[in-house]
């Protein structure tokens, strides 16, 4: 069971230099997947896997992943919105490749992609 986002477009609120953007998923987190998301949100690319701050958040039970960054143009919203999904869009590939290895064995002894 792939991590797909169930709407390509997230609902987005601007709030005065603030934009929040919430993408619905087609089916909620479990432990495997929220694993699995985290490990590669935090990626850096493919050979590094320090720690990098990442905008998304996800939680256990629920059908979202949300993001909250400062604005400076209001009208750079939808172009945000298009940079973000495609940022997001790579994390659930990557992490959906992480779960079925996951799935299949050890999820404990799963190597990075």
């Not at 986002?5 to 929040?20: I, M, S, Y």
């Not at 694993?35 to 590669?40: D, G, K, P, R």
């Not at 949100?41 to 939680?59: G, I, Q």
């Not at 143009?73 to 959906?96: F, K, V």
Request: proline residues 6%.
């Amino acid at each position: 069971m792939s991590i797909a986002l169930a709407d390509d477009k997230p609902e987005t609120q601007q709030k005065g230099t603030r934009a929040n953007f919430r993408w619905r998923l087609t089916d909620p987190w479990d432990e495997r997947r929220l694993a699995a998301f985290l490990m590669t949100k935090h990626r850096r690319n493919d050979a590094d896997w320090t720690r990098r701050a990442s905008p998304f958040y996800a939680s256990l039970g629920q059908a979202t992943v949300e993001c909250s960054i400062p604005i400076a143009d209001p009208e750079a919203i939808t172009e945000l919105e298009t940079m973000l999904t495609r940022e997001l869009l790579g994390i659930l590939t990557g992490a959906s490749h992480m779960h079925e290895q996951m799935e299949a064995g050890d999820w404990k002894g799963v190597n990075p992609p």
